[in-house]
């Protein structure tokens, strides 16, 4: 039986929400304006202190963003970005872990509400060859401001996996999620091997009384 092994993106491998760093670039960058930066800088902090509970439509409003970008040009951007602000945050010890899992040849996922374009770029960058997250919509060499896959998040996580390998094919049954916020129990408590890293109380709480591995660390950065 194959061994699936999923690692959430943000505040497991990344130290820290990768959406937010790449609103700040694209602020440097003049990518975005002032008004929007500023909301979605404070939907951050309330969902960092987990106030909201249906994230979707502030994620609508920022992908707007990208309407009418040139794809190529995009891409560029992305690439400079991961290299500038994504790769020095890298969790040295989780990614060692990942390679780990890699190297037992186990399929190994990356999933995230992230967007694809650049969890895409840290799949690669790790040797992964499985990647979920959100998708920019593509139309005429440009973005069109929607998704063409929404955002696994929560519940939308469980069922990503499904109907990317098949509902009919139990990936679950032999599998192990890392994860860090209370929005992924429904993909731990789908999972044989639940493992939480750095999580806040109300998920450390619950994990304990479950029995799964909690990973607490300081992130280290190995590859900046």
């Known amino acids: 039986m194959d061994s699936y092994v999923f690692f959430d993106v943000d505040g497991v491998l990344i130290d820290g929400q990768s959406q937010r760093y790449l609103l700040r670039y694209l602020f440097k960058k003049k990518r975005i304006k002032a008004f929007l930066f500023l909301k979605l800088a404070a939907w951050f902090f309330i969902y960092k202190m987990g106030l909201c509970n249906n994230p979707e439509k502030i ?57 694809k374009e650049i969890v895409g770029i840290l799949a690669d960058f790790l040797g992964v060859k499985y990647c979920l997250a959100a998708e920019l919509e593509e139309k005429k060499g ?14 939308g996580k469980v069922e990503a996996i499904k109907d990317f390998f098949g509902s009919d094919k139990d990936v679950f049954a032999n599998s192990r999620v890392y994860a860090d916020h209370y929005s992924d129990l429904p993909l731990l408590e789908k999972a044989k091997n ?24 300081d992130f280290r950065r190995v590859y900046g």
Not at 83 to 112: C, F, G, T, Y
Not at 147 to 153: E, I, N, T
């Open 59 to 115: 994620r609508e409003k920022a992908y707007r963003n990208f309407r009418g970008w040139e794809i190529d040009q995009a891409k560029r951007l992305f690439k400079d970005f991961f290299q500038k602000e994504i790769r020095p945050r890298l969790n040295k010890e989780i990614i060692a872990i990942l390679k780990n899992h890699l190297e037992k040849e186990e399929k190994v996922v990356l999933i995230s509400a992230g967007l």
């Open 142 to 155: 440009k973005y069109t401001g929607n998704l063409s896959r929404s955002a696994p998040y929560g519940e």
């Open 194 to 217: 639940s493992c939480v890293v750095n999580p806040g109380w109300k998920l450390h709480r619950y994990a304990k009384k479950r029995g799964w591995k909690v990973y607490s660390m």
